[in-house]
């Protein structure tokens, strides 16, 4: 339609309506086309506000940014192995008021200062409490002061479906709560991201997620947290991966348990409940601990400590900290349909003796940093017979391991006539001088399929005057 057309048609339109006006039926008409053609501006806010938006609103608040500096080893032209400084980032999601932040270990290891920066900018340093490589999960602590953080609303990974809406959230590249949409589009995936890391029973999403997106949220469209963003497939679109809530739930109560973060503990054994209702169902309670002092029983279902509601043990083991030993801590208990109070007293917190630091002779006589493999993880990527082993992490500049090529990513499997299933197992060799004396020793590797085996001259023991 021309210019002239247009303004004509225009006109017609407004005269029509004009004169419609002038009775009193046109009047209610014209209120009416008012209505339904120009709506205010609350029903358009309204009608943007969906699902998806709303999701987003409810969780933004207990979305952290995290970012740090770490040293990275690299290697000059002329083979000398030197470190530069690097920046990190990542996310991470409160889980309890108190400042307690679950994120990916990877975001967090080897960085000298973790900062952290809360969706209303702001600015705090976190302490690192307690981490598990394997799973390549942490729990790091902010000081809120006095005031009662947000925390993110939890859901489960139990029902998640193949082709439901997701939603990720994270610092990625650097630019702070990024949000992204998709759906699921696996469950159950075993993923190798590097020589040493694996990652199983992931989600997979084609919800983009990118590099600082680690250790963010994978939301289900009622805002709920049902996965933690851990890693995407390079070089492929559309095809990154979350650990479910469930098992990082599972972990992080074990990470901010008493037993291990306090050296107490209160008793209670847990069973998974396959319900959304509220408490934790009590499978056992050992005999003489707190818990048994209390009065709890098999069977029973803990809904609530003082105000805080319970659904997953995590919230109970981080709502403990710090408590203070003979104080009466309340209870809401339901058993055999009846509603009952109970007082769980805890001891004292009891400091953990310091032992003495068994020294590392694997880094220091041979330059290796190991980390036990499980016979599953060998069996999923090597197809091996072995009933475990240890992978090479590091190799130390000018140590005996790098003189005899071991390289980042094989797994040690053997030295002498044993096997190396753990790292008590190469302790144990080289404190042999009776082995260690006799010159190099010997040691098998397991790279890709093939067994390889060498001789390492142990640092600190005699040199052999043989040819080499």
């Known amino acids: ?31 009416l086309l008012g209505i339904l053609l120009v709506p205010t501006l609350a029903n358009a806010s309204e009608a943007r506000r969906t699902a998806l938006v709303r999701a987003v609103e409810g969780a933004r608040d207990a979305i952290v940014n995290i970012r740090g500096q770490k040293l990275v080893p690299t290697r000059t032209a002329d083979r000398g192995e030197s470190q530069r400084r690097v920046n990190g980032m990542g996310t991470g999601v409160i889980l309890d008021r108190r400042g307690y932040i679950v994120t990916n270990f990877h975001v967090i290891d080897g960085v000298s200062t973790i900062n952290v920066t809360l969706a209303d900018g702001t600015h705090s340093v976190a302490t690192p409490i307690s981490h598990d490589p394997k799973t390549d999960l942490a729990i790091i602590k902010i000081n809120p002061g006095s005031r009662s953080l947000p925390t993110i609303q939890l859901g489960t990974s139990r029902d998640l479906m193949p082709g439901e809406t997701v939603i990720a959230v994270g610092n990625a590249y650097g630019y702070e709560h990024t949000v992204t949409r998709g759906i699921i589009s696996a469950l159950h995936r075993t993923v190798q991201v590097s020589d040493v890391q694996y990652y199983h029973d992931l989600i997979q999403t084609d919800a983009s997620i990118n590099p600082g997106n680690s250790g963010g949220p994978l939301l289900n469209i009622d805002g709920e947290l049902v996965g933690i963003n851990v890693a995407v497939r390079v ?78 043990p995590v919230e109970l083991e981080i709502a403990l900290l710090g408590r203070q030993g003979g104080r009466n801590i309340p209870l809401s208990v339901h058993r055999d349909g009846e509603a009952i109070e109970l007082d769980l007293v805890l001891s004292a917190t009891s400091p953990r003796i310091a032992k003495a630091k068994e020294p590392d002779r694997a880094w220091s006589q041979l330059g290796l940093r190991l980390q036990p493999l499980s016979a599953n993880q060998l069996r999923d990527t090597s197809n091996s017979k072995y009933r475990g082993g240890l992978a090479v992490m590091a190799v130390r500049p000018g140590s005996p391991a790098e003189s005899q090529g071991i390289r980042r990513g094989d797994v040690l499997v053997g030295m002498h006539v044993w096997e190396t299933v753990s790292l008590d197992n190469v ?42």
Not at 6 to 22: E, K, L, P
Not at 277 to 299: I, M, N, Q, T, Y
């Open 235 to 312: 070089g492929a679109q559309g095809i990154g991966f979350a650990l479910p809530v469930d098992k990082v739930l599972m972990i992080s109560a074990n990470l901010c348990s008493l037993r291990r973060l306090e050296n107490r503990t209160h008793g209670i054994n847990f069973k998974p409940v396959e319900d959304r209702d509220k408490g934790l169902l009590v499978s056992s309670v050992e005999a003489g601990s707190p818990a048994d002092r209390a009065g709890l029983e098999s069977g029973d279902r803990i809904e609530s400590i003082g105000a805080a509601d319970l659904e997953w």
């Open 1 to 31: 339609m021309d210019q002239s057309a247009h303004q004509a048609h225009r006109g017609q339109t407004i005269d029509r309506i004009y004169d419609v006006r002038s009775s009193g039926v046109g009047r209610v008409v014209a209120i």
């Open 427 to 468: 302790s144990y060799v080289l404190k042999q001088d009776r082995i260690t004396n006799k010159g190099p020793l010997k040691f098998y590797i397991l790279r890709g399929n093939q067994t390889l085996f060498g001789h390492l001259q142990v640092a600190g023991s005699p040199r052999p005057a043989v040819s080499r």
